[in-house]
Every structure is written in structure tokens, then in C-alpha cells.
């Protein structure tokens, strides 16, 4: 498996492989990483990505500020996703946490066909404001 940490230094260029007529085309990990970002920062209750890794949050927006947070594994057929989110306060967490799940598994896997075998959601924090 191939895996992308957006708290580790560059992007690793290799991801998943599609074949089509013309050549092939394949997808970056950092580029999975992003979809899962987005697609978990869209749920209502997600204050924001949290800074998951070594690095903290420093680390994160300075080398990949679309991905922050987020860890992805990925093979030819399948990727495993690691989200650290903050939840605002007075939202259910449970809820908040499956909602992030359902949505980065339907935006990853309309996007790239890829089958998603797991989302993972840590929750770090409380947003008070």
C-alpha cells in the first residue's frame, strides 16, 4: 500500500492506476487526501480539520493546507482514510463523526472509483465559538 500523511514532507507521486484506451492516469494520494478533506469539512458540525501528526498544525498548513489532518493509504483497488477533525460545540459527536464518514466515502468513491475500505474519524477538540 502507498500512503500519503499530510503532516510528511512532499506528496508521494505514486497512487492509484486506471488504464484507459489512450494511456493510463493515476491519482496521487495528495490528491485523495484533498477529496477527503473537503468532503469532511463540508459536514455541518466539522469546525475544521485538526492537526493529527508529528508536526502539529503548523507543519500541516505550511506544506499541504488542503489536506491537513488527514492521512490516506492507498493500492490499485482500495484506500483506507484517517481524518482528525475538531467538532463544534453542541453537536452530537457520534453523529457528526458518521456523517464525516458517509461523506468522504461517496465524494472519494464517485470521484475516483475507488472502493474505500475504512474512514477512520478522530475527534481532537472542541470548538467553543
Sequence with gaps: MSEYDATMGDPEP??????????SVRI???VLAGIAAMAASEVDGVAELAAGGPLGSLGDRVRH???RGVRVESNEDEC???ITISVKYGKAIPEVAMAVQ???????ESMTGLHVAAVDVRVADIAFS
Excluded at 458517509?102 to 472519494?108: A, F, H, I
Design 14 to 23: 505514486v497512487g492509484n492506476d486506471f488504464a484507459l484506451e489512450g494511456g
Design 28 to 30: 496521487a494520494n495528495e
Design 65 to 67: 493546507p488542503n489536506a
Design 80 to 82: 483506507h482514510v484517517e
Design 102 to 108: 458517509e461523506n468522504v466515502r461517496r465524494q472519494l
